[in-house]
């Protein structure tokens, strides 16, 4: 399968690498800038998604007209996910290194904002970073539904997840229309788990519900409330699906044995998206995933500026760079998802899309 703009690299030879390749390319962004702060975007961004998602919240309890309202509730579901970005970066230290502040700042926009636990998501995305794509270590590839990598179909035995396994490209998207709830709880077990630790976080879920069950309730009633949250989080799924889906699915999948030098595999198993303006807004910066998870620490609004420096670095020293259209990683994920849901005996490291290997 051909994917456009698409460039394969072959891990296989990690030996004819030298070391110190990841020095090499932070000198080269560091002198390019591409660390330096970005504070007056995040400013204007905070900014615009309060504005925007207090004007939201106003329209939906004052207008009874049904339309305004489901717009209201749309751009609510939009602002919920932008606010998620500010405190991906907030977790990163990309807004400051300030820890009460940036605990702050992700307390404000993820836990307040979206009821994400602040902590909850610094414990898995942590973890996803550190082992990013590896199927026995990275949270985001143990899924209790989907098989997201070839040893994953072995372990899923039951008839329901049998089924879902089979049909899982087609499957996977409405389903993940879902993951607005499924984050929600996630997140109220780890409270639940950990009731010492997160304190702030139980203290803040609870403004977040008075949010959404105080006023509305009384100006609304019970029943629009609870259509109203139901709704929101449902809206907030589709756009992280879109988002997140197709970041890694289809890209090298590791294992605790492999020997790839942690820089390389970070390169393997990350695929870059469309590089306009519009995409850094829809997709907060994680358009340029490779820049991301190789230097997290760099504001989601200088990526796009590291983007050609790195890939000029990977083409000089034949590294991996993925990159590709969003309608194509899609295609990409449904063929990967697909195989590994007909095909009984694939490697235990990876599966290649049309003979490729990332």
């Known amino acids: ?95 400051t290194r300030k820890r009460w502040l940036k605990n702050s700042i992700g307390q404000f926009f993820n836990t307040f904002l979206t009821a994400l636990s602040y902590a909850h998501f610094q414990k898995i995305h942590t973890c996803h970073h550190t082992h990013c794509n590896n199927q026995d270590r990275d949270i985001d590839m143990q899924s209790a539904f989907f098989s997201l990598y070839p040893d994953a179909k072995q372990s899923n035995n039951s008839l329901l997840g049998r089924f879902i396994t089979r049909h899982q490209a087609y499957l996977i998207w409405p389903l993940v229309s879902l993951q607005g709830f499924s984050l929600k709880i996630d997140s109220l077990k780890t409270l639940w788990r950990n009731p010492q630790k997160t304190r702030v976080d139980q203290l803040v879920l609870i403004l977040h519900f008075l949010l959404w069950f105080g006023l509305p309730i009384h100006l609304l009633g019970l029943g629009d409330a609870a259509l109203n949250y139901f709704l929101l989080t449902w809206f907030i799924g589709p756009y992280l699906g879109s988002v997140f889906l ?73 590294l991996s760079y993925r990159k590709t259209r969003w309608r194509d990683a899609v295609v990409e994920v449904f063929h990967y998802l697909n195989q590994i849901a007909h095909q009984p005996d694939i490697s235990k490291s990876s599966v290649s899309i049309g003979g490729n290997r990332s």
């Not at 998602?53 to 309890?61: D, E, H, K, V």
């Not at 294992?255 to 469309?274: A, E, M, V, Y």
């Open 1 to 95: 399968m051909n994917i456009q703009q698409q460039k394969y690299a072959h891990p296989q030879v990690t030996e004819k690498h030298p070391p110190g390749l990841e020095r090499e390319l932070r000198q080269e962004l560091k002198a390019a800038n591409c660390f330096a702060s970005a504070r007056w975007h995040h400013f204007m961004h905070m900014l615009a998604v309060i504005i925007l998602f207090g004007s939201s919240y106003t329209l939906l309890l004052t207008q009874p007209h049904p339309l305004l309202r489901f717009a209201a509730l749309l751009m609510l579901a939009f602002c919920s996910v932008q606010a998620g970005y500010i405190a991906h970066e907030a977790g990163h230290g990309s807004i």
């Open 246 to 318: 197709i970041n890694h699915i289809g890209t090298e999948v590791t294992h605790s044995g492999d020997k790839t030098p942690r820089f390389q595999q970070r390169l393997i198993t990350t695929r870059n998206l469309g590089g306009s303006r519009a995409a850094d807004l829809f997709f907060g910066g994680m358009n340029h995933h490779i820049e991301h998870h190789l230097f997290p620490s760099i504001p989601a609004a200088r990526l796009r500026h590291a983007r050609p420096i790195v890939e000029a670095f990977c083409d000089r020293h034949g």
